[in-house]
C-alpha cells in the first residue's frame, strides 16, 4: 500500500527562460482578475472569491474582479481542475508565466490549497490562529514567474476542536484550509452550514463513540442477549438522565450476529442517507467493559486476557463489520481506534488492510517527544507505533495537546519543538499523520464550563505550535525553526527580537525540567520549571521590554499583553502552588543497604526509620472503638517504594484466610491495603492491592472520577507476611515506576494503609491510616521525604537542571540532584563506586553543600541527623534559618563539626537538632579539608508513644 505521496517540487523552479516580474497590481491599479470556469465547484468558487479579495486587500483596493470570461486589458489567474496523477488528490501546479497565473489541481479542495498557498507565498498573507493575519500593504505587487508543484508529505493533517458545541466556527474553518490542514466535519454540522463546509472542501466524517447509537439500549427488556454478560448478568450500555448519557457502562455482544447486523447495517445507512459521508470511525463506547459470554470470550487472545486487553476480540469484530460494509459501499473509509483496553497492538489477528487505524495516545510525555529514548513514559507508545505501524494499514495519531488540568487549562505550553521532532518520528516510522487537538477561540462553549475563559485562549496558547505543525505535515524536512523566526517576527514586529530571547529561556526550562508532562496532570508541575533561581525574574524581565519594544504597536502591545498574562495564570499561579507543596506535609527514609522482602524488619533501613501509627476505625464497618492498632513504615530507593507494615493482634491463631488466588475474595480475609496515588492523575487515579496474610494479592488500577476499574492492572509486587505471637507482619516492595513521577518531587505522592482485621469467630474490624476511610484519595496522606537524594544516588541529568540548584552547577553532569553548592572555591561531585550504601558518594573539597529540607508547617520536635564520611579534617553540620514568609536569610546555626579520621573507611555520625522556630531551614554540610559523604537521613525523632 502506497503510505505517502513524496514532496515533488518545494520551490519556485525557474522556467527555461529568464525569470521575469510579473505585475498585478501597479500604483494602485487593478492590473488582474480572477478566470474560472462557468459554474464551478464550490471550492474553487470559494478560492476565486478569497483570492479576489487578498489581492484587494494587500493593495488596499476593493476585491479584483471575478469571472469565466475572458476580460480584455486584464491579466488573468486562472483557477482550473486538472488531470494529473503526479499532483495527487491534495496537491496542486502553480505557473506564473508573462501570460498570467494558473493555479491548477486534480480536485477541488487542491485548488483552494494551491490559491492559499499563492496568497501566503506570493502576496506574503500569513494566518496566525483563528482571527488574526499578517497582511502586508502595498500599492504594488509584482510577482516571480516559475513553477512551483506541492504535495503534502502526511495524509492525514486534522485539527479536532473539542469541548465546543456546533457552530459555525467560519474562521476557524477559514484557518484551517488556508493553511491546508483538512478540515473534517460531522453530519450535524453539514446539514446546518453545508454551503460554507462545501466551499471549504470539508469531508464529513461519522462515528466515534458509536456503538450505543447503532444497537439502541431501548432493545434491552426484549432482547438482553445483545448486550454484555457481566458478572453473570446482562447489563446496558448507558445510564442515561434528562436524556443525556451520564455514564457509559459496557459494549453489547459484539459476537451476537444481530448485534453486528445492526451495527453493519447502521454504518451502511449513514453513508446512504447522506452520500457526503466519506468516512466512518468504528469506536467503543467510551468505557472497557466488555461482554463476558461464551462467544466474546472464545474471540479473545489468551496472552491479551491474562493482561485485560481486548484488542484481538474488537478486531475481529471491526474486521466482519468492515468487510460487510465494503460489500456494499466499496468506496467507504473506515477508521478505528486504538485505545483504551485495545490501545495494544493486537496478538491474534491482523486488521482489514483498508482500516486507517487512529492510536489514541493519551498518557504520552509532551515534554519529550517520541523518539527521545530517555522519556521512559513514552516507552510504551514508541512499542505501540512500532507494534501497529508492523501491519501496513495507514497508522495516525489522535494526539492529546489539551494535556493540563487545573490551572494548567491554559496549556500555554511552548511544544513546537517537540511537534516538531515528533512529526520526524512519525515520518521515520511510517505514521501517515495526526489529529492536533485544540479548542477554538470561537467556540460555543457551556456557560457554566469551569474552564471558561481558558478554553477560548487554548489555540492562541499554543499557536506557535499549531502553525508549525500545519507547515511541517506539509514538508517535514523544514526546519522548524525558521518556520518560527519567519511566523514570529511577523507576529511580534518590533518585539520579536526580545520575545524570542523569551520564547527561548521558556521552552529550554520547559524541556529541563524532570519529570514529563502529561494528559491530566496538575498544572503545579510547570512550577517546577521556574525553580532556577532567577528565571522568573528573568522571564518577567523580557515580558516588560517586550512591551515596551511594541509601544508603537497596539496589535502587538496587545498580543504581548496576553502573552504575559498567561505566563502568570500558568506559569506564575503553578510556581507558588509548587512552592506550597514543597513546604508542607509526613516521613519517610531513603533505604540504606539491602532489604529482604522476608517479613522480617530487622534491616537497619527499617530500625532507623519513623514508625507512624494512629490508624482509625472505619466508621461505616465497624462499631466501637478501635481495639487493635496497626504500625506503618515507608522506605524509598530510586526504584521501589517499601512498606513495613504491623498489625498487632492478640489472638493471630484465629485470623480467617482463606483465598489463594490471584484477584480473588481477598478483601473478606484478613488483609491489609495500600493505596498510591500520584499527582500526575491529580490524585484521583490510584493503585490498589489487597493482601492477605497469605499474601494473595488483589490490584487494580481505580479511577476515583468516574468509577472506572483496570482490573487488568498487575503491577511487579513483591509481599511477605509473617504471623507472629502478637502481630501480623507484612513487607511489600513496589516498583516505583508504577507512577511517572517521582514520589518527592512537586506534589508528593499520596498513600492510604488499610487493615481489614477479621477472624474465624466473625470479628471484623477495619480501620485506615487516614482518619478510617479507604479508597477516597482526598484524605491519602502525602509523604513526606524531608530530605532528598540523602544517597546521591541521583545526579542532576543532561539537562543540568537540578530543582533546587539555585547555584547553576559548574560541571551539571554530576551534581547531585536537589543539594545546591556553597560557591567556594572548591570542588564538588558525585562519584561512583566504594560508596558507603548504594552506587555512589558525594566528593566535596574546600566546598559545602546544603538543602531545604521539607517539615509541615506547625512541626515542632526534634530531628534525627545521621551521614557517613571519610577524609580528612572536619565536617561541619549547620543549619541556616529563612524567614518563613519573605524567604529572608536570618542566620546560620552551627550544629556539630565532626572530626574525620579515617580516609579510607567509612564511618557514621548522628547529630540531634531541635526545630522549634517557624523558620524555613536550610541543612549544610562544609568541607575545608577534603571528605566523602554518603547516606544522609533526617527522620524526626520517633514519638515514644509508637513504639512498641
Ligand atoms: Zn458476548
Ligand atoms: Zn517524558
Known amino acids: 500500500m502506497l503510505k505517502f505521496i513524496p514532496v515533488i517540487v518545494a520551490l519556485w523552479a525557474a522556467l527555461p527562460f529568464p525569470a521575469e516580474a510579473l505585475e498585478l497590481v501597479r500604483d494602485s491599479k487593478l492590473l488582474c482578475y480572477i478566470l474560472t470556469e462557468p459554474d464551478p465547484p464550490p471550492p474553487i468558487r470559494f478560492a476565486a472569491s478569497e483570492l479576489a479579495a487578498y489581492i484587494g486587500k494587500t493593495a488596499g483596493l476593493p476585491p479584483c474582479p471575478v469571472s469565466d470570461r475572458e476580460i480584455r486589458g486584464l491579466l488573468p489567474l486562472r483557477l482550473r481542475l486538472l488531470n494529473e496523477k503526479s499532483i495527487g488528490d491534495e496537491g496542486y501546479r502553480i505557473s506564473v508565466t508573462g501570460k498570467g497565473v494558473e493555479i491548477g489541481a486534480n480536485t477541488g479542495t487542491g485548488v483552494l490549497y494551491g490559491t492559499f498557498a499563492f496568497i501566503e507565498k506570493q502576496l506574503g498573507v500569513r494566518w496566525f490562529y483563528p482571527g488574526e493575519e499578517y497582511c502586508p500593504v502595498s500599492g504594488t505587487l509584482a510577482i516571480q514567474e516559475g513553477v512551483l508543484q506541492e504535495k503534502p508529505f502526511f495524509t492525514t493533517r486534522t485539527i479536532q476542536h473539542t469541548h465546543s458545541a456546533r457552530g459555525r466556527y467560519l474562521e476557524t474553518w477559514n484557518w484551517i484550509v488556508r493553511n491546508r490542514m483538512q478540515l473534517v466535519t460531522d453530519k450535524g454540522s453539514y446539514s446546518l ?18 456503538l450505543v447509537e447503532l444497537v ?8 438482553p442477549e445483545y448486550f454484555a454478560l457481566v458478572n453473570g448478568k446482562r447489563i446496558r450500555q448507558v445510564e442515561i438522565k434528562d436524556r443525556r448519557v451520564v455514564k457509559w457502562l459496557s459494549q453489547p455482544c459484539l459476537t451476537h450476529p444481530e448485534v453486528q447486523k445492526m451495527v453493519v447495517d447502521g454504518i ?22 466488555w461482554c463476558e459470554c461464551p462467544d466474546c470470550r472464545k474471540d479473545d487472545n489468551p496472552d491479551e486476557k491474562v493482561r485485560g486487553i481486548v484488542t484481538t476480540r474488537f478486531y475481529k469484530f471491526i474486521n466482519r463489520v468492515a468487510a460487510e460494509v465494503h460489500k456494499k459501499h466499496p468506496e467507504a473509509k473506515l477508521l478505528a481506534w486504538a485505545y483504551q483496553s485495545y490501545q495494544d497492538a493486537p496478538l491474534g489477528v491482523k486488521p482489514d488492510p483498508s482500516l486507517e487505524i487512529r492510536l489514541c495516545d493519551h498518557y504520552r510525555c509532551y515534554r519529550h517527544d517520541l523518539g527521545d529514548t530517555s522519556c521512559s513514559r513514552n516507552e510504551r507508545f514508541r512499542k505501540l507505533y512500532s507494534d501497529w505501524s508492523r501491519f501496513g494499514n495507514p497508522l495516525v495519531e489522535r494526539g492529546y495537546q489539551e494535556t493540563l488540568l487545573d490551572t494548567g487549562s491554559y496549556f500555554y505550553l511552548p511544544i513546537e519543538s517537540v511537534m516538531a521532532r515528533d512529526i520526524q518520528y512519525f515520518k521515520k516510522h511510517s505514521v501517515s499523520g495526526l489529529v492536533y487537538l485544540v479548542t477554538t477561540p470561537e467556540g460555543n462553549f457551556p456557560k457554566d464550563s469551569p474552564y471558561l475563559p481558558m478554553l477560548r485562549e487554548r489555540w492562541r496558547c499554543q499557536w506557535q505550535s499549531v502553525y508549525v505543525t500545519a507547515r511541517l505535515l506539509w514538508n517535514p524536512d523544514q526546519d522548524y525553526r525558521s518556520v518560527l523566526e519567519e511566523i514570529s517576527s511577523r507576529y511580534y514586529g518590533p518585539a520579536w527580537k526580545v520575545m524570542k530571547k523569551y520564547r527561548e529561556l521558556l521552552t529550554e526550562l520547559y524541556l529541563a525540567a524532570p519529570g514529563h508532562i502529561v494528559y491530566l496532570q496538575p498544572g503545579t508541575d510547570i512550577g517546577r520549571c521556574l525553580s532556577k533561581k532567577g528565571s522568573k525574574e528573568q522571564l518577567l524581565q523580557y515580558l516588560a521590554d517586550a512591551g515596551k519594544a511594541a509601544a508603537g504597536d497596539p496589535a502587538v502591545s496587545r498580543r504581548i499583553d496576553r502573552e504575559a498574562e498567561y505566563f502568570r495564570l500558568l506559569w506564575l499561579a503553578a510556581s507558588e502552588k509548587y512552592q506550597a507543596a514543597l513546604n508542607s506535609t509526613v516521613s519517610a527514609a531513603w533505604r540504606n543497604g539491602e532489604i529482604a522482602i522476608d517479613g522480617n524488619l530487622n534491616e537497619p533501613s527499617w530500625q532507623n526509620t519513623t514508625v507512624t501509627g494512629n490508624f482509625v476505625r472505619n466508621a461505616s464497618h465497624t462499631k466501637g472503638a478501635l481495639t487493635k ?6 522506605l524509598f530507593d530510586s526504584d521501589f517504594i517499601y512498606f513495613g507494615i504491623e498489625a498487632f493482634e492478640d489472638a493471630p491463631e484465629k485470623i480467617l484466610v482463606a483465598e489463594t488466588k490471584r484477584d480473588g475474595n481477598v478483601f473478606n480475609d484478613n488483609s491489609i491495603e495500600i493505596f498510591l496515588a500520584d499527582p500526575a492523575s491529580v490524585y484521583r487515579r490510584f493503585a490498589h492491592w489487597i493482601i492477605n496474610s497469605k499474601d494473595a494479592v488483589y490490584d487494580e488500577f481505580y479511577d476515583a472520577a468516574s468509577g472506572k476499574k483496570d482490573p487488568g492492572f498487575n503491577f511487579g509486587i513483591e509481599s511477605k507476611t509473617v504471623v507472629l505471637k502478637d502481630r501480623i507482619v507484612t513487607e511489600v516492595r513496589i516498583p516505583r515506576k508504577v507512577f511517572s513521577t517521582a514520589p518527592y518531587m512537586d506534589a508528593p505522592w499520596r498513600i492510604n494503609l488499610c487493615r481489614n482485621r477479621r477472624l474465624k469467630d466473625g470479628t471484623q474490624e477495619l480501620s485506615s491510616w487516614s482518619d478510617g476511610s479507604y479508597g477516597n484519595p482526598e484524605t491519602f496522606n502525602p509523604v513526606l521525604i524531608i530530605l532528598k537524594n540523602g544517597s546521591f544516588e541521583e545526579v542532576s541529568g543532561a539537562s543540568g537542571n537540578s530543582p533546587e540548584g539555585e547555584d547553576g552547577p559548574k560541571n551539571p553532569k554530576d551534581q547531585p540532584l536537589f543539594w545546591s553548592r556553597e560557591n567556594r572555591p572548591g570542588e564538588c561531585g558525585v562519584m561512583k563506586g566504594d560508596a558507603f550504601a548504594g552506587e555512589r558518594f558525594l566528593r566535596l573539597r574546600k566546598e559545602g553543600i546544603h538543602q531545604k529540607i521539607i517539615l509541615p508547617e506547625d512541626f515542632s520536635r526534634d530531628l534525627s541527623i545521621r551521614f557517613s564520611a571519610r577524609g580528612s579534617g572536619k565536617i561541619a553540620v549547620n543549619m541556616y534559618l529563612y524567614d518563613r514568609k519573605t524567604g529572608k536569610f536570618k542566620k546560620s546555626v552551627p550544629v556539630q563539626s565532626f572530626e574525620l579520621r579515617n580516609k579510607t573507611e567509612w564511618e557514621s555520625f548522628s547529630v540531634n537538632y531541635p526545630v522549634r522556630g ?11 579539608g577534603e571528605a566523602d559523604l554518603d547516606d544522609i537521613r533526617i527522620l524526626p525523632v520517633e514519638r515514644a508513644d509508637l513504639l512498641n
Open 629 to 634: 492498632q496497626t504500625h506503618a513504615r515507608v
Open 268 to 289: 451502511c445507512k449513514s453513508f446512504e442517507t447522506d452520500p457526503k459521508t466519506t468516512q466512518y470511525l468504528i469506536g467503543n463506547n467510551d468505557v472497557p467493559v
Open 193 to 210: 452550514w453545508r454551503k460554507e463546509l462545501e466551499e471549504r472542501g470539508a469531508v464529513v466524517s461519522a462515528g466515534g463513540h458509536t
Open 216 to 223: 439502541s439500549d431501548r432493545l434491552f427488556e426484549k432482547h
Open 918 to 928: 517557624t523558620e524555613t531551614l536550610r541543612i549544610a554540610f562544609v568541607v575545608p
